[in-house]
């Protein structure tokens, strides 16, 4: 499976940016799509999964009614609407894919494929 991510750039506190990852190759093979985030000298951490059968959604807390992930199958597409945009959600925005089951989908090592990674600056 190969992920590319696309749409981040420089946006004012307040705004908003779409970021959209795009699956190619045994895309039949995936459970889940997640968003990831690694700003400068911190660790890459979870921002939202969404999972392949029923769409349901987990978002970290930081992000809850700011963000909203979803996906379009037929497309092999999963989106990252980022609202309300804070200077601390400046970061690189990587997509991820599992095909894994019955996993939470929160952690890195649940994740078997990652997109080459997308820069999100928010100014303040």
């Not at 590319?4 to 045994?26: E, F, I, P």
């Not at 000298?41 to 992000?63: C, H, L, P, Q, W």
């Not at 999963?78 to 945009?85: A, C, F, G, I, T």
Request: hydrophobic letters at 30%; proline letters at 2%; a positive charge.
């Amino acid at each position: 499976v190969q992920l590319q991510a696309s749409g981040g750039g420089l946006v004012q506190a307040g705004g908003s940016l779409r970021l959209s990852c795009a699956a190619s190759g045994r895309t039949f093979s995936i459970n889940a799509l997640g968003w990831f985030r690694q700003a400068p000298g911190k660790e890459r951490e979870f921002v939202a999964n969404i999972k392949r059968i029923g769409a349901s959604t987990y978002y970290t807390d930081s992000v809850k009614g700011r963000f909203t992930i979803s996906s379009n199958n037929a497309e092999n597409t999963v989106y990252l609407q980022m609202n309300s945009l804070k200077p601390e959600d400046t970061a690189v925005y990587y997509c991820a894919a599992s095909s894994s089951w019955l996993s939470s989908y929160r952690n890195r090592h649940e994740y078997d494929y990652w997109g080459q990674g997308t820069q999100v600056t928010v100014s303040s």
